[in-house]
């Protein structure tokens, strides 16, 4: 069978957790702090901070800011569902702003037109691994005084004009979750420029404790364990040369699939980590079909995602009405995510490719 997911774990990652239980420090100690200056030094930012998932990473971000109640934060409709849950989970509103059709990442004109009196924040989420057009949505963002959060969840590694993603936002939030590029399990990591907000974050992942027994904010557990970090520094040792052969996998993929469905785009001043490699299937493709045909020959597919948030039930009973985004839902009908992962050599690829060609056409 040809996952579609295919952990690079080994030798390394199980030392490293050992080493952690044989020292008998298990929370917050020298492996935490060692992912977070590691990961900032990759980024090239001042600091990052480890968390416990990607979700509290987005939440933290916007608690730090200040944003909550009475508040308007512009997110794509087309994206995990963290995005905008982390929105609503502070008490402000998300309005969404349809995605761009070459990389179903926030469409500026898009962000512009949702802007309004209330709006304190975009939220620009890196899809796939494809970086946002980040030079005009922060443009946008300093013209209209908001802060641009950076939803890098599915790209570690990804460029923008050579920067790392990451480093363009006030913040950005990273997910370690079990299938990411780079994991550990489940935790996550914001990054950012100001000290001020990495005090505030410091204290609000920690029960607000300024110093032992010492309280001075309402915080929260938000905290990863050694653990977790051990098994992360081992993963982002690796990161480059996994990202490497995910890109030549999706060079080799886009090649065979040329003509038969829209590859994924890389634009020119991208470098996509390919998290997913998700093709677009020809408009009205009975997908589900597509989808057991590829597995009954051994090959693993996944929709990313099958609605747009709009269209989930608890956003209809918030009113929001998804007819506001078609290139979101148009995509959402069509997407469809091939393995690509650093485990995969060009004979798989080859049966991965083949596999979607007879399907699609029986
Ligand atoms: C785009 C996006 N945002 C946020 C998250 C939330 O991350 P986590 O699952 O670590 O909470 C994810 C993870 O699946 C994601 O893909």
């Not at 997911?5 to 929370?27: C, F, I, K, P």
């Not at 939440?59 to 730090?64: C, I, N, Q, T, Y």
């Not at 995005?83 to 008490?91: I, K, R, S």
């Not at 005009?136 to 005084?145: F, G, Q, V």
């Amino acid at each position: 069978m040809i996952r579609l997911v295919e952990l690079s774990l080994g030798r390394e990652e199980e030392e490293a957790v050992l080493e952690v239980l044989r020292s008998g420090r298990l929370a917050q100690g020298p492996r935490v702090a060692e992912l977070e200056r590691r990961f900032a030094e990759y980024l090239r930012v001042p600091w990052a901070l480890a968390v416990s998932s990607g979700t509290a990473a987005l939440e933290l971000s916007l608690r730090a800011l200040g944003i909550g109640p009475g508040d308007e934060v512009v997110v794509p409709p087309f994206t995990f569902i963290a995005t905008a849950n982390a929105v609503l989970w502070v008490g402000a509103r998300p309005i969404f702003a349809d995605v761009s059709p070459d990389t179903l990442t926030l469409d500026p004109e898009a962000v512009k037109e949702a802007i309004g009196p209330r709006t304190k924040a975009v939220i620009a989420v890196h899809l796939f691994g494809h970086p946002a057009d980040l030079r005009a949505l922060s443009e946008i963002c300093e013209d209209a005084h908001l802060h641009l959060i950076e939803d890098a969840a599915q790209a570690h590694g990804a460029e923008a004009w050579g920067r790392k993603v990451g480093s363009f936002g006030t913040l950005a939030a990273f997910s370690l979750y079990a299938t990411k590029n780079m994991t550990s399990g489940e935790g996550g990591i914001i990054v950012g420029h100001d000290e001020g907000l990495r005090r505030r974050i410091e204290l609000l992942r920690n029960q607000g404790q300024e110093e032992k027994y010492l309280h001075v904010s309402l915080g929260m557990n938000y905290r990863l364990t050694e653990l977790q970090a051990a098994l992360a520094l081992v993963q982002l040792g690796k990161l480059e040369e996994n990202v490497e052969a995910r890109r030549r996998n999706a060079a080799i993929l886009n090649k065979l699939l040329k003509g038969v469905v829209e590859t994924p785009r890389e634009e020119p001043w991208a470098r996509h980590v390919y998290h997913q490699y998700a093709v677009l299937l020809p408009e009205g493709t009975p997908r589900e079909r597509v989808r057991k045909r590829m597995l009954e020959e051994g090959v693993e597919t996944a929709v990313h995602y099958p609605r747009t948030i709009p269209e989930q039930p608890l956003y209809r009973r918030l009113g929001y009405d998804a007819a506001c985004c078609p290139v979101s839902l148009g995509a959402s009908r069509r997407v469809l995510s091939l393995p690509v992962h650093q485990g995969l050599g060009r004979a798989e690829l080859e049966k991965v490719a083949t596999s979607l060609k007879r399907a699609l056409e029986s």
